[in-house]
């Protein structure tokens, strides 16, 4: 099979659509791309923690990113604040960080084996403010770390609106009938309503969970993965006090049947209860969920009831389509990574169709490169709960006693008897989180390594960058006032109020 590529027709018009969207627009200019969605469009309306790769399409694409955070009520986001997870009263702190470039042995790895050469002097608790300059200026003090402020909370909604005003090259189709006809395996064409038909090279099923495109085509087989928490009840919650509220982070607030994420944007917080079915109700959730941010303030608030209990798919691009976002599936909103798989997903494929062609060996390569991500983004959700300490309810006893796959349990193990490093990740396309972001969770979890043996010269490395982390200033700025002129692995450059 050889199909050259000249069109492709994304179908859904969620964040997954326009990202992608984006994505194939800035790295294949040379395509035609349409963006086919129905007249009574409905897409979910969460995923507002993003990762740093969003702010980076968005500048490759050309985009002001000040203009972007007006437009889309968006705030900085320096990483994740845990809280509870680990034993009630704790935290711990996961920012952004492009300290894994490092080296194999960075500052973190250097505090990690100091605890275990004196714990009487270092500990585990003081990880994070030795390690990350962040955690002061963040959590400490509320304010921007621009060495961590690398990616955005942005409103949902408003980031599709945005992408459709400024994609003009991209035709938007509309209409009241959108339906994908399946032949032979393939799709033929998307009918559209007054007998319009849109036809294209390769098709993007960007339908979310109802999955339009790949249903007609193939008897998808799922990713085996039992999933920690499957619903969520999620409201805009009104700012109450913004000077404490609108810190530059995410925070993930652990209870006993769940977590609640608050993701502070300009003008409310996008908030959220997770569960799992099994272990509380609905009503529980949604009285959870208003006690958490007070009566009072909840009282006119509305709140939606999802459910994601969805099945990810092994094989997301089969014949001529490639299912991406939501319907190519889902793990859960815990460290942000709906809207990092999607644009993963479209940085690959761009990749692929960087020759404007595909063949027979395409799908199976591009599927087995997804699934490795997927297993990262798994693994490393998965750690949050397997760890902890807490057994305090049915729903904590039951996620630190249940069986975890394989895969997992291997890796522990692995990082035990070697700090995760860059010998013992697989630093491929397949990788979702460096090896510093694992030591942050470990950490919060007081996780248990083996003393290793370090290189001379690596170890004064890692001991000096320590004692530049000591002694840097502690800049900050107040997540309010500032937005970002330009973001990059190396940091954010912030001006102006707005
Ligand atoms: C509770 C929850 C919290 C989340 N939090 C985060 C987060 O903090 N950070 C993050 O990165 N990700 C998060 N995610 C994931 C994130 O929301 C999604 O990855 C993202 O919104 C992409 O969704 P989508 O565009 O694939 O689907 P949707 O938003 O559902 O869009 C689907 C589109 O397809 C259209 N459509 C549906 N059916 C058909 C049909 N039959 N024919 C044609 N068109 C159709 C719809 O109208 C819509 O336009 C979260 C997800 C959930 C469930």
């Not at 897409?43 to 969003?54: M, N």
């Not at 033929?188 to 495109?213: K, S």
């Not at 609108?246 to 769940?258: D, I």
């Not at 004692?467 to 190396?490: C, H, I, L, W």
Request: glycine share 6%; proline share 6%; hydrophobic share 40%.
């Amino acid at each position: 099979m050889f199909q050259p590529v000249k069109s492709v027709a994304i179908v859904g018009a969620g964040s997954a659509g326009w990202l992608t969207a984006l994505v194939l627009a800035t790295y294949c200019p040379f395509l035609k791309i349409a963006l086919i969605r129905p007249r009574d469009n409905n897409p979910i309306g969460v995923g507002e923690s993003t990762q740093p790769d969003l702010p980076l399409r968005l500048q490759a694409a050309g985009v002001d990113l000040g203009d972007f955070c007006v437009a889309c009520d968006a705030t900085i986001k320096c990483g994740i604040f845990y809280r509870d997870w680990n034993v009630v009263g704790d935290h711990y702190w996961h920012p952004f960080t492009t300290m894994a470039d490092t080296g194999s042995y960075t500052a973190a790895h250097h505090y990690q084996q100091m605890i275990l050469e004196d714990p009487r002097r270092y500990s585990h608790a003081d990880y994070y403010a030795r390690v990350h300059t962040s955690y002061e200026t963040c959590v400490k003090r509320n304010l921007i770390a621009p060495e961590a402020a690398l990616a955005l909370h942005v409103d949902a909604v408003k980031l599709a609106r945005y992408l459709e005003r400024f994609l003009t090259k991209v035709e938007l189709i509309e209409a009241d009938h959108v339906e994908a006809v399946g032949v032979d395996g393939k799709i033929a064409g998307i009918e559209l309503d007054g007998g319009r038909r849109a036809a294209a090279d390769l098709y993007v099923d960007c339908t979310g969970f109802a999955r339009a495109l790949l249903g007609k085509i193939a008897q998808p087989t799922p990713l085996v993965y039992e999933a920690n928490v499957n619903r969520a009840v999620a409201a805009n919650v009104p700012y109450a006090e913004p000077a404490s509220e609108m810190h530059p982070y995410t925070r993930a607030h652990a209870h006993e049947h769940g977590w609640t994420w608050a993701i502070p944007l300009r003008s409310r917080i996008g908030s959220g209860y997770v569960y799992h079915a099994d272990f509380c109700s609905p009503e529980q959730a949604e009285r959870n969920f208003r006690a958490y941010w007070g009566h009072e303030r909840m009282r006119d608030v509305p709140v939606r009831h999802i459910s994601f209990e969805r099945d990810t798919l092994r094989e997301p691009w089969v014949g001529n389509v490639v299912a991406i976002g939501l319907a190519a599936g889902f793990v859960e909103p815990l460290e942000a990574t709906g809207l990092n798989w999607t644009i993963s997903s479209a940085d690959l494929l761009a990749r692929f169709l960087g020759p404007q062609y595909y063949d027979e060996d395409s799908p199976a390569k591009y599927n087995a490169l997804m699934r490795g991500y997927i297993h990262d983004v798994q693994d490393f959700v998965d750690a949050h709960y397997l760890l902890s300490a807490r057994r305090d309810s049915d729903f904590w006893r039951y996620q630190t006693s249940r069986p975890y796959p394989e895969r997992l349990m291997h890796r522990l193990e692995v990082y035990s008897a070697e700090m995760p490093n860059d010998r013992n990740r697989v630093k491929s396309f397949a990788w979702a989180f460096n090896e510093v972001s694992w030591l942050d969770i470990l950490n919060g979890y007081g996780f248990e390594y083996r003393k290793i043996a370090v290189p001379p010269e690596q170890r004064a490395r890692a001991e000096q960058a320590l004692e530049q982390a000591a002694a840097a200033p502690r800049k900050g700025v107040d997540p309010r006032t500032f937005m970002p002129v330009a973001m990059s692995g190396q940091g954010t450059r912030l001006s102006g109020s707005v």
